[in-house]
T-cell receptor
Framework: EPEVTQTPSHQVTQMGQEVILRCVPI?????FYWYRQILGQKVEFLVS????????KSEIFDDQFSVERPDGSNFTLKIRSTKLEDSAMYFC???????????FGPGTRLTVL | QKEVEQNSGPLSVPEGAIASLNCTYS??????FFWYRQYSGKSPELIMS????GDKEDGRFTAQLNKASQYVSLLIRDSQPSDSATYLC??????????FGTGTRLKVLA
């Protein structure tokens, strides 16, 4: 069964460093999403992406964040200058055109020291 | 601010009982409603989606939607210890944004 994959599974970085989280959505999916979940808290929407552009973003998704689909398979989230409060699990999700069902990847745990 | 509210729990039920999980949402324009299950340290896994008022059944799970009351619920019949997880309610008013509640932690006692 096709699935969303994410790499790395765990990323440790120093405050102020740039990180890139990578996702490979399901191949025929056209909508892509990033969410984050701080430990013990709720899943928070960051951004949605369709047709090579951002469709919607939350107030969390400020200038420190960017997304890109550099090729036909990868979808990346970049955090330019990480802060301690960026430590969280980051989930990528994708969905097919005409459906409402999102499929989540296993997540990347980001730890900012 | 569009919100989705859930009781954080834990909700403890004995094995074999019915677990009832509830969710309210603030955006009257919401069109799509979802229940996800999340095990500790794992990603959310879709259990059910519901779009119109009434009940929708899938195996041991029944989702109920009441748009007038802005209320969604999930019933789990014949609860099993393996159902112990956090249940997330999510709501969408379109294709591009999904709002999650904080989740209700369910414990099924053997």
């Amino acid at each position: 069964e096709p699935e969303v994959t994410q790499t790395p599974s765990h990323q440790v970085t120093q405050m102020g460093q740039e990180v890139i989280l990578r996702c490979v959505p399901i191949s025929n999916h056209l909508y892509f999403y990033w969410y984050r979940q701080i430990l013990g808290q709720k899943v928070e929407f960051l951004v949605s992406f369709y047709n090579n552009e951002i469709s919607e973003k939350s107030e969390i998704f400020d200038d420190q964040f960017s997304v890109e689909r550099p090729d036909g398979s990868n979808f990346t989230l970049k955090i330019r200058s990480t802060k301690l409060e960026d430590s969280a699990m980051y989930f990528c999700a994708s969905k097919e055109l005409g459906t409402d069902t999102q499929y989540f990847g296993p997540g990347t745990r980001l730890t900012v020291l | 601010q569009k919100e989705v509210e859930q009781n954080s729990g834990p909700l403890s039920v004995p094995e074999g009982a019915i677990a009832s999980l509830n969710c309210t949402y603030s955006d009257r324009g919401s069109q799509s409603f979802f229940w996800y299950r999340q095990y500790s340290g794992k990603s959310p896994e879709l259990i059910m989606s519901i779009y119109s008022n009434g009940d929708k059944e899938d195996g041991r799970f029944t989702a109920q939607l009441n748009k007038a009351s802005q209320y969604v619920s999930l019933l789990i019949r014949d609860s099993q210890p393996s159902d112990s997880a956090t249940y997330l309610c999510a709501v969408s008013s379109g294709t591009y944004k999904y709002i999650f509640g904080t989740g209700t932690r369910l414990k099924v006692l053997a």
